[in-house]
Nanobody, 116 residues
Framework: QVQLVESGGGLVQSGGSLRLSCAAS????????MSWYRQAPGKEREFIAR????????NYADSMKGRFTISRDNAKNTVYLQMNSLKPEDTAVYFC?????????WGQGTQVIVSS
């Protein structure tokens, strides 16, 4: 079955960096675009970035451009989210997402807390 397992979250000071990972299994990784979302306390889940299966096309939410970078290692079936210049408002649970045959799959999320 499809599994997405995020890791790499934690507590970081404002201005710091983190790299999140999402290990995928149960489907043909290279055939599917992968995305990252986040959900802050009391807010709706919001889109961060999307990367095509072979890595040639990326899309970012306008507010995330410049500080966040999505990448993937197809040999490891893993997608990453590099986050730089983190701000307290980046505090959220970060989720990995894939859609396969119109069905949505989410990981369990990884918590990121940015202290001021």
């Amino acid at each position: 079955q499809v599994q997405l397992v995020e890791s790499g979250g934690g507590l970081v000071q404002s201005g710091g960096s983190l790299r999140l990972s999402c290990a995928a299994s149960g489907f043909t990784f290279t055939m599917n675009p992968m995305s990252w979302y986040r959900q802050a306390p009391g807010k709706e889940r919001e889109f961060i970035a999307r990367l095509s299966g072979l890595g040639g096309n990326t899309n970012y939410a306008d507010s995330m451009k410049g500080r966040f970078t999505i990448s993937r290692d197809n040999a490891k079936n893993t997608v990453y989210l590099q986050m730089n210049s983190l701000k307290p408002e980046d505090t959220a649970v970060y989720f990995c997402y894939v859609s396969i045959l119109r069905r949505a799959y989410w990981g369990q999320g990884t918590q990121v807390i940015v202290s001021s």
